[in-house]
């Protein structure tokens, strides 16, 4: 005789709690399961070693910034301006084509160090004895497409983790509410989602972006950051059956990387809503705030709110914040005119943003980093301009226990290539892990059946740039 199976399956202790008391029970159970699985999500910080910054602010000039113009004074430019390249500085291939050109910018010693930086800003010479500035720099490829992908994954003909994402996956973030890498106005061009994404990683540590290079960041949003028509408690429930589904197929499946990264990211984009709107909106912020940054000014408003945000979403915890220019650094003719242009825009907001972090307590362990993908030729294009040079240019480091007044590394007499102490991007790379405590040797993901890491087999840290770390 056959059972006829007209019988009620035994109550959970899950299933009774939703069908009792209004489900009040299960309403809080879900919120309670929501908090345990995102602090579960976060991964235990990785400490190689005691670690000098917490979070790092990358401030990223699109185009090519150029390090003769700026940081990396060169009188025997001036001196021989108009004139051919020596064959005795151009040791491997082409030299690039054109004459010397002389940079129009003064420099002058700033600060008890006497730190050289370029009249172009003034405002930031005013934190001469906290810069690092590195002026031997060097990469591959001279397209900005290629220098962008090595700028930001190490590699720029394969698909791999940005330099963000990896810390998002060694460190995770420091607040449940909000992502551990955002990028605020991200290049669409040039490599697009690529410099920010997560590759073989899990999805979670790709970034959160605001906006794009091209839109003003008072218009920028948070793609679906919100939703219209649920109300909350609607979507704790619906979240709560997603997870409950993905839970019962892992069951059958086992892991799949793809579905936990994108059921994480429904479930840190819920909490965000909490969080968000009021670090994007500056109702909260001083007047004089707001002048320190150049906010509701020309040319400063834009940089300036990138920056303040920057500054906002530091304070909250995310582990890794890329801000990024419009792609107005390409300086191909009226190189003079251009780099002051662009130089107006961004020199007061990131003054503006190192103060603001020193006084509210977070430059020492903030690391704050300028560059671009490449730099200029010392050489002249067409007449007034300056082709792209990946040979040798400079970046700039601050706060995070970098040692401040001190320029590290040089150039030849004329800037075309690393004098002493060269810095490939894979050493740049080691060396910004070694800030967050990270030995760029030991921070690996397994995929297609070998080891990854950022800096793939090369790589560096310069620790010479840093202050003695504590034991």
Known sequence: MSACHQFLN??????????????????????????????????????HFPAQAKRIIFLFMWGGACHVDLFDP?????????????????KNGSPPGGTLLASPFRYQQHGLSGLPISELMPRLAEHADRLSIVRSVHTVGSAHGEALLNLHTGHSNLVRPSVGAWVSYGLGSESQNLPAFVTI?????????????????????????????????????????????????????QLELVRRMGD????????????????????????????????????????????????????????????????????????YLQVSTDYTWDHHTKNDEGMRRECDRVDRPIAGLLTDLDRRGLLDDTLVVWGSEFGRTPTAENGDGRNHHPQAFSIWMAGGGVKGGMAWGSTDDFGFHPAESPMHMHDMHATLLYAL??????????????????????????????QSRSS
């Not at 970034?207 to 950051?225: D, L």
């Not at 760029?440 to 070998?450: K, P, Q």
């Not at 793939?456 to 010479?464: F, L």
Request: proline share 5%; hydrophobic share 35%; net charge neutral.
């Open 10 to 47: 035994g109550l959970t202790r899950r299933s009774w709690l939703q069908q009792t008391g209004c489900g009040f029970g299960g309403i809080s159970l879900a919120a309670l399961a929501s908090e345990q699985a995102a602090a579960e999500q976060i991964p235990a910080a990785l400490s």
């Open 74 to 90: 060169k009188p025997e430019l001036n001196r021989f301006a108009g004139q051919s390249i020596p064959p005795s500085l151009w």
């Open 185 to 237: 106005s991200p290049p669409r061009g040039h490599g697009g989602v690529q410099n920010y994404g997560s590759a073989f990683l899990p999805a979670r540590h790709q970034a959160t972006s605001i906006g794009s290079a091209e839109t003003p960041v008072s218009k920028a949003t948070i793609s679906h950051i919100t939703n219209d028509r649920v109300d909350l408690a609607t979507q704790q429930r």
């Open 248 to 319: 019962l197929h892992l069951q059958k499946v086992g892991q799949d990387p793809g579905i936990a990264g994108l059921i994480s990211s429904y479930e840190l984009a819920f909490r965000m809503q909490s969080e968000v709107p009021a670090v994007l909106g500056l109702e909260d912020e001083t007047k004089e705030t707001l002048e320190l940054y150049g906010i509701d000014q020309e040319p400063t408003d834009n940089f300036g709110r990138q920056c303040l945000l920057a500054r906002k979403l530091a304070e909250r915890g995310v582990r």
């Open 437 to 466: 405590g990270i030995d760029h040797e030991r921070l690996t993901y397994r995929h297609a059946g070998r080891n990854f890491r950022l800096t793939d087999v090369y790589g560096t840290a310069m620790s010479e740039i840093f």
